[in-house]
Every structure is written in structure tokens, then in C-alpha cells.
């Protein structure tokens, strides 16, 4: 059985910085695709980003492309999201997710596992 644990969310400044963490069990995630999604309340969940763990091939949604950065440490089985230059409307539960692909994908119904979540909230 696949477990996600999140963990890095808090409260910060605009501008300010974050690292998320997801920490992976129960499988061997080689040929798997890990990705972060959030959801602000009132909100869809919507794709932040994505690793594939094969390729190491990443995919942001445009509102983070250049202030988040995804990236995985295989031997630990944890992927991170760096989280720079923080707004309020980065304000939200984060969550992360994976399945067994090994295209990027953006599609919230593509992923079967997900963690629980972590909220980060942005003030101004």
C-alpha cells in the first residue's frame, strides 16, 4: 500500500520561502510519477508540478514556473517542492500525489494516491 506524508507547510511573508517534503513508502517508485497539487478554499485542486522518478522530467503549472522547484531523492523516497517568492494566492492546502506513469501529468484524476495535505498560508 502507497503512503504519502507531507510535511514543510506554515505560515510565511510574501516574498518569503518554503520547502515542502512528501515522504513515500510501500512501494518502489522507480516507474512512478510523484507531483503537488493544492487547494485554496473555495477552490477546484489544482496541479502545482510534477517528477517523474524514471526520467527526472518535471512540469509546472504557469503560475509557479519560476519561483517552485520540484525535485526527488530517490535513495530516501521523498520528493520536495521550493517554494520562493511566496504571494497570498499561494495560500492553500497542499497536497502530494502519485501513481504509476511515467509521463508528467497535470490531471488530478490520473493520480491514485494522496497524501493528507499541508497547509501554507501566505500573508501580505
Known amino acids: 500500500q502507497v503512503r504519502l506524508v507531507e510535511s514543510g507547510g506554515g505560515l510565511v511573508q510574501a516574498g518569503g520561502s518554503l520547502r515542502l517534503s512528501c515522504a513515500a513508502s510501500?512501494?518502489?517508485?522507480?516507474?512512478?510519477?510523484m507531483a503537488w497539487f493544492r487547494q485554496a478554499p473555495g477552490k477546484e485542486r489544482e496541479f502545482v508540478a510534477a517528477?517523474?522518478?524514471?526520467?527526472?522530467?518535471?512540469n509546472y503549472a504557469d503560475s509557479v514556473k519560476g519561483r517552485f522547484t520540484i525535485s526527488g531523492d530517490n535513495a530516501k523516497n521523498t520528493v520536495y517542492l521550493q517554494m520562493n517568492s511566496l504571494k497570498p494566492e499561494d495560500t492553500a492546502v497542499y497536497y502530494c500525489?502519485?501513481?504509476?506513469?511515467?509521463?508528467?501529468?497535470?490531471?488530478?484524476?490520473?493520480?491514485?494516491?494522496w497524501g493528507q495535505g499541508t497547509q501554507v498560508t501566505v500573508s501580505s
Open positions: 517528477i517523474s522518478w524514471n526520467s527526472g522530467r518535471t
Open positions: 510501500g512501494r518502489t517508485f522507480n516507474a512512478y510519477t
Open positions: 500525489a502519485a501513481n504509476q506513469f511515467l509521463s508528467v501529468r497535470f490531471n488530478r484524476d490520473d493520480y491514485d494516491y
